[in-house]
């Protein structure tokens, strides 16, 4: 998923400094630990409360935990920064377009859940012009090679 978003932003210099990884389960964990390397911030949001086992884990990799009961993802820019890497692996399909709402200009979601069939409502119009006005991007990604462990 990361060398898609580097992919999507090859037209020019992208030099990603900060993450949120949506879901701190087994996935997101992984991407955690592997996103640390890359990323001067790494953020992990998730639904669970303390005391919790994965919340230690994020942090022990020197991740910030951010409970989605608290600070849901369109209200991640103002509690911690906009980020230039979201990377969703929840599955919760309102997170596809929630993603859009904390990504920092230029920045670029990657999705990687896979949700059942749900309708809601999008404002699409709101979010075609994030797209276009801010520069963002949003890439779908499945199947990773043994390379990228």
Known sequence: AIEHAYASRSAF?????????LG?????????????ESFDRVHC???RER??????IIESLGATYVNSNETP?????DAY?????????T?????AFETIEALAPNGVGALLGVPA?????????????????HNKALVGSVNSGYEHF
Request: proline fraction near 10%.
């Open 13 to 21: 210099h992208w030099d990603p400094e900060s993450a949120l990884v």
């Open 24 to 36: 701190n389960g087994s996935l997101g964990l992984l991407t955690v630990a592997t996103l640390d």
């Open 45 to 47: 949001l998730g639904r």
């Open 51 to 56: 005391p919790d086992p994965t919340i230690e």
């Open 73 to 77: 993802v369109p209200d991640v820019p």
């Open 81 to 89: 920064e906009p980020m230039d890497f979201v990377f969703e692996a």
């Open 91 to 95: 599955g919760y399909a309102p997170h």
């Open 117 to 133: 069939d749900w309708e809601f409502e999008v404002d699409g119009g709101r979010l075609h012009r994030e797209f276009v006005l």
